[in-house]
């Protein structure tokens, strides 16, 4: 009588786990995720949930209708910006220049716009064409020369910043039109409550499709693929969410023209990002430029056009910047714009490694910044202070960043 050697037991999949054990499955896969580092959008989400209890706690007045609304349109023009930054921070690179850009390109729309009586809409693109013409210029340095991003956009920051000076002129200050386009981009708001409801009943919509599709793909595919009830569950929690938010806008003057802008910019990017051969070769490079390379990817061309879009969503966030304050100064894109849309970029959890982030990270960060900000305004806290706390959450968010990154070479997942 033959006897056979059994077969060694193969290991199951641990992302299976979820499918074969059901919710017990969910929180062993949870657990496995978070010792190998793969934390996501964890620490931003809980970080935002802490900082809103503690200035509800301390002011009442800081989860008011009124401050909330406020607050969702003042993210707009930096997290516009981050969203550039998002794309270079992928490539491991950085973009010290996305700041004087946003300042040079709400200067080149004003005068255009207000001395050259061009229409709002032609001054506006012509400004964006500018900023992606200053990231192409860029782009070309860093990635055909070789010199370093650094470098290239530290001298960018400068030539830009004197460039948004001449375009201004002596006055330095050119005022906008309060009821004309660019200021409407702003102040404009949705009164009717269907507005807000209706976005989120389609955001809401929209993800359980894309859920339902893709889990039927992959389920096709014979690939690992989520639960039902899992689906059901974060369709669920991203109503709640989304209905929330519309709730609270409708409480004071409805959904903000500013906020579904940059939401739909949010998504879009995300799903280029993710969901495109083009956004693939970004993580690619990113992750490991040598094997992009071997793998046919023209990394050069990678390397310009994401300087490229860098410029791009700068001049954007110019454009709302001026909006704001229906003026476009000597100021706009100065100060501390540079620094907080680069600290929304990580702090949102895009990694300073690069090949790992999205454009999610831009809008986390920059509610956990503005939040810190309004919330300290209500105390009557300084400036310095709020720029010592910032700092730190930033810190925080590199340590974590940096921790996660060894728990994945640890566990063999980089």
Known sequence: MSSQTPLPETPLD???LVREEGFAGYLQEFKRRVKGG??????????????????????????SAQNLSNLSVDIVPTGLISVGIVFVLLLGEIDLSAGAVSGACAAVLAVLNVNN???????????VVVGAAMGLLQGFFFAKIGVPSFVVTLAGLLAWTGFQLYVLGPNGTINLDNDGLVSRLTSTYFAYVIAAYGL?????????????????????????????GDIVFRTVVLAVVAFGAAYILNLYKGLPLALLIFLIVVVVTDFVQRRTKYGRTIFAVGGNIEAARRAGISVAFVRITVFVISGA?????????ASRISSASQATGQSNVLLMAIAAAVIGGTS?????????????????????????ALQGV?????????GAVLLAAVVIDSVSRRSQVASGRV
């Open 117 to 127: 009586g061009w229409n709002p809409v032609a001054a506006m693109v012509a400004a």
């Open 14 to 16: 641990p992302r299976l």
């Open 313 to 321: 969503f700068a001049a954007v966030g110019g454009i709302f910047a």
């Open 352 to 376: 300073l490694f690069g090949g790992r982030g999205s454009t999610y990270s831009a809008l986390l960060g920059m509610l956990v910044i503005q939040s810190i900000a309004s919330g300290m």
């Open 382 to 390: 300084s400036n310095a202070i709020q720029f010592i706390v910032t």
């Open 38 to 63: 793969e934390l996501g959008s964890l620490p931003v989400v809980v970080g935002l949930i802490v900082i809103w209890l503690i200035f509800q706690i301390l002011n009442p007045q800081f989860l």
């Open 200 to 228: 989120a009943a389609v955001a809401t919509a929209a993800f359980l499709a894309v859920s339902l599709v893709g889990n039927n793909r992959r389920r096709a595919a014979g690939v690992p693929s989520r639960t039902l």
